[in-house]
């Protein structure tokens, strides 16, 4: 009887109760699109440096995992190419030219090495100083073909290949140009190795780490394993700023909501209290319809999430990356619910502290 009370209640009011429902979606979705572009950037920028055929890789002192804290001296790179089961060496140059986007420079003759270079699917390898080489995403945001122009760097380059994405950044350039053109001559941002057999892996980073004392010295398993929300500086705390301001969002909505339909039904309320309903049985059904408002919200919010991925990925065609995160459904969905609660308490408690008599002659 109570069950079918409530969702009389929310039929006989569909455009607020719509409303609701499509505000407390806003805010799920809000929360599964940051938290989803976060893990999908950082898996994205993992499987990229896996991609590169490497099993270990050095980088400068300082920074954060992902942005380099300054450069090293590529002179280091015939050293350690020359050190007991080391098979190949080569260096990179990150050059960022945007929020999200970087150009790196690579020499391709020892880059190729690694795992036997980049696999084209129009045109092929430098052939100019000026050549550059692009991803197949990049090239459809663009729409960029061989032999075409761009600039980026305030340089303009022509594109002598296309190559399938999954390696390095989006645009290589050659090593040597991109040095001269940012000032960093005889300098590279990461150092990528190649050892003759797994089982030699550790020992070779410990030589590498003892005669390199200042550089961070990884394995590429233990470093593409650091590429998580706990390891980016203020990305977690911003996270949780944006689910405190999703909160805030279920409760201003659902105060609202819950406030102007206990004074639509103040009578309503007069005539439970009269037959004899309890405040705590007042307070039971708007709770009910509260909890079936954040719940619907919650099922709208994760199906949206998928259409913001797919407006990110296909109509925009923007750099960024949306994962789908199931594992934040259910943390999404009780955070929703808990906002909505809380935005239906002060409502909740006025009407079961409603006098039936006053409520009765209400107009």
């Known amino acids: 009887m109570t ?5 009389e209640n929310l039929k006989h009011r569909p455009v607020r109760t719509l409303l609701g429902v499509i505000a407390i979606s806003i805010q799920v979705t809000m929360v599964l699109t940051l938290v989803g572009m976060s893990e999908g950037m950082l898996n994205e920028q993992a499987s990229r440096a896996r991609g590169v055929g490497a099993d270990i890789l050095i980088r400068p002192p300082g920074g954060s995992i992902i942005v380099s804290g300054g450069q090293m001296d590529a002179r280091f790179i015939p050293f350690i190419d020359k050190q007991p089961h080391v098979t190949a060496a080569t260096g990179t140059l990150i050059f960022g030219t945007d929020l999200f986007n970087y150009t790196t420079g690579v020499d391709l003759a020892t880059f190729n090495r690694l795992n036997g270079g980049f696999r084209f699917v129009e045109g092929g390898p430098f052939q100019h100083p000026d050549d550059a080489l692009v991803d197949e995403v990049y090239a459809n945001q663009h729409k960029l073909h061989a032999g ?3 600039t980026n760097t305030n340089h303009k380059w022509r594109v002598s290949g296309i190559y399938e994405p999954g390696m390095l950044a989006r645009m290589v350039v050659p090593l040597a140009t991109l040095q001269d053109l940012t000032g960093n001559t005889a300098k590279v941002s990461t150092m990528y190795v190649k050892v003759d057999t797994a089982a030699n892996i550790p020992g070779v980073i410990a030589e590498l780490s003892d005669k390199l004392k200042t550089y961070k010295v990884y394995s ?14 203020m ?13 805030l969002v279920g409760f201003l909505v659902v105060f609202l909501s819950m406030y102007t339909a206990v004074l639509e039904r103040t009578r309503e309320i007069g005539v439970l209290k009269a037959l004899g309903a309890s405040p705590g049985y007042i307070l039971n059904i708007l709770l009910r319809e509260t909890v079936l408002l954040a719940v619907a919200g919650s099922i709208l919010g994760i199906l949206l999430s998928y259409v913001t ?8 065609r923007s750099s960024l990356i949306q994962a789908i995160v199931p594992r934040w459904w259910l943390p999404a969905a009780a955070i929703a619910i808990v906002g909505a609660l809380l935005g239906c308490l002060y409502p909740g408690l006025k009407a079961a502290r409603q006098d039936a008599i006053e409520a009765l002659a209400y107009d």
């Open 220 to 233: 590429m398993e233990d470093y593409t394993s650091l590429f998580s929300a706990t390891n980016i500086p």
């Open 3 to 7: 069950n079918r009370l409530v969702f």
């Open 309 to 316: 991925r797919f407006i990110i990925r296909d109509l925009v």
């Open 235 to 247: 990305l977690t705390d911003f996270i949780w700023v944006v689910v405190g301001v999703g909160v």
């Open 148 to 150: 075409d122009t761009i």
